[in-house]
């Protein structure tokens, strides 16, 4: 028997899809069902490895890991990683296929349906519930032909849905009430429910404008989901980091990370914001960043284009100024490549420009290639001085996504590499210079790695002539999807979730 099937779509983009899905995913499992999630089309630059190799939106990983297996390409076929000039590199499957405008990828969409049903159907064949997610909304009507993400599929698979919206935003009534008159019928009639996320203050308050609503669109409310800052989840998208409060107060080690315009994978920070003594700020112009202990160079998916951005804002020269004031420096990925002495592109893998000065702060030269290396990775730490000192030989785990190939010409090794994509292997990773003060690695989810985190922080506490006091070790993760599915179980008309699902509770 195919697996049941239940949507979740949204009013527009960030109104909480991927965090429903992902509660959806936690309570079925927690009900006892195999469940996976889906997304056909996902527009991206916070990606994951699966454990092959393949890769995926982190949305989807994080989905994944509540309902309790491996993330795999199928649970995202497509995925778009939005570059320089209106450009997007377009994975299918796991793997990197084209480089599109977005009038271009339009005309691959008829390839991409049977890629997108075929991955769909797999993932029926081997799960009792798949929990689909939108992307943008139904009621886009300008992409409404050439849609293989929200109707299409629902109606492909006759998949009931539930439409969310985010009271946060404002005008939620409008924005639910005008995405369901823009649809067309055959399209209404799959609307099986409806729920307002991030809803602050007292529901007695909103009753009367949910029996109007109820009334008005002739779909019931599935319920209202409060507004929550602390049960912490992966976000996807970098509005997220608009919407992030910086934390004031009796911080011993102030971080901050530079928010280019392709910034990617920026939940590998995430650990670190929730050390007790730590604040971490995003900034992108030298007036916010003033004088902190620790600089980060994020992930990029427009290494050039974004190492451009840098010295144009004046933050390149500002960052190597402080680096000469004792500021520590940490660079991952296209940040680890811009820390070089110059980054090659003879084959215009990214760029126009055949050949880039980076910052300079790292004795490393950078040649991109054609081929993305895609990995998780185990590993441990090689150097012992700097940032790295007293942690040498502690394990960590990460991933690998990058198409360029560094050379090291005079710094110290960072790490070591013993296994890739489930292979053994004897690699090594990264660099630090000769003051210890400037680190770089290709590896992504350093920080979520505890001891490795806590023993890189402490060197720049010690640097200050401080100690930090650590407070409990990091939280399991399935700890948070709990707290998240408790949530949105008392929030929610579960009864009928279960009903417009097709399921039988207590199975």
């Known amino acids: 028997m195919k697996g ?22 936690r309570i079925f499992k927690n009900d006892g069902f195999t469940v996976a999630p889906f997304k056909a ?66 005309q691959l969409k008829a390839q991409l349906w049977s890629v997108v049903t075929e991955a ?43 439409l969310v919206s985010d009271i946060d935003r404002g005008g939620v009534f409008a924005s639910l009430l ?11 009639s799959l609307i099986k429910a409806l729920v307002i996320n991030k809803f602050r203050g007292d529901l007695a308050l909103l009753e009367p404008g949910l029996r109007f609503l109820e009334r008005k669109a002739g779909i019931p409310m599935a319920g209202v989901i409060p507004y929550f800052d602390d049960i912490h989840i992966a976000q996807e998208d970098s509005v997220a980091l608009e919407q992030r409060r910086t934390q004031f107060g009796a911080a011993q080690i102030d971080i901050t990370v530079i928010r280019m315009p392709h910034i990617s994978n920026f939940d590998d920070f995430d650990p670190l914001d929730k050390e007790e003594e730590v604040r971490v700020r995003y900034v992108d112009s030298i007036e916010n960043l003033n004088h902190p202990d620790l600089i980060i160079l994020p992930g990029s998916k427009t290494t050039v284009t974004d190492l451009d951005w ?38 215009h893998v990214e760029s126009r420009i055949p050949r880039s000065q980076g910052l300079g702060l790292l004795p490393i030269t950078t040649t991109f290639l054609p081929t993305k290396e895609t990995h998780q990775i185990k590993g441990n730490v090689i150097a012992d001085h700097g940032l790295l000192a007293g942690i040498q030989n502690v394990n960590f785990e990460g991933y690998e996504i990058h198409m360029g190939r560094t050379e090291n010409d005079a710094g110290s090794v960072a790490f070591r590499v013993r296994e890739r994509s489930s292979k053994p292997c004897d690699a ?72 417009i699902a097709d399921l039988r509770r207590g199975k």
Not at 178 to 188: A, E, I, K, Q, V
Not at 327 to 347: A, E, K, N, P, S
Not at 434 to 439: E, I, M, P, Y
């Open 178 to 188: 005008g995405t369901l008159w823009l649809m067309r019928p055959r399209d209404l």
């Open 428 to 499: 090594i990773d990264g660099c630090l210079d000769a003051s210890g003060r400037v680190l770089g690695t290709y590896i992504h989810g350093l920080f979520h790695n505890q001891e490795l985190r806590r023993g890189i922080l402490q060197q720049i506490a010690r640097s200050k002539g401080r100690l930090l006091s650590f407070i409990g070790d990091d939280h399991q993760q399935g700890v948070e999807y709990d707290r998240l599915a408790h949530l949105v179980r008392n929030s929610l008309d579960m009864d009928l979730v279960y009903s």
């Open 4 to 25: 049941r099937t239940i949507m979740v779509q949204g009013t527009a983009s960030h109104v909480g899809k991927s965090v429903l899905v992902t509660a959806l995913c």
């Open 41 to 106: 089309q996902n527009m991206s630059l916070n990606s994951y490895v699966t454990p092959d190799g393949g890769e995926i939106g982190r949305a989807q990983a994080v989905q994944a890991e509540a309902a309790g297996i491996e993330p795999s390409v199928e649970m995202n076929p497509i995925l778009l990683k939005p570059e320089a000039h209106s450009r997007s590199q377009v994975v299918v499957l796991g793997c990197p296929q084209i480089s599109t405008t977005a009038a271009e990828y339009y």
């Open 310 to 347: 840098l010295k144009a804002s004046g933050l390149a020269h500002r960052v190597t100024e402080l680096y000469q004031r004792g500021v520590f420096i940490v660079g991952i990925c296209g940040g680890y490549q811009m820390l070089g002495t110059y980054i090659h592109d003879l084959d």
């Open 120 to 162: 769909l159907r797999k993932l029926r064949s081997q799960y009792e519930v798949v929990v689909i997610e939108g992307a943008g909304s139904p009621a886009e009507v300008n992409l409404a032909d050439v849609d293989i993400v929200n109707m299409r599929l629902a109606r492909f698979c006759r998949c009931p849905v539930v």
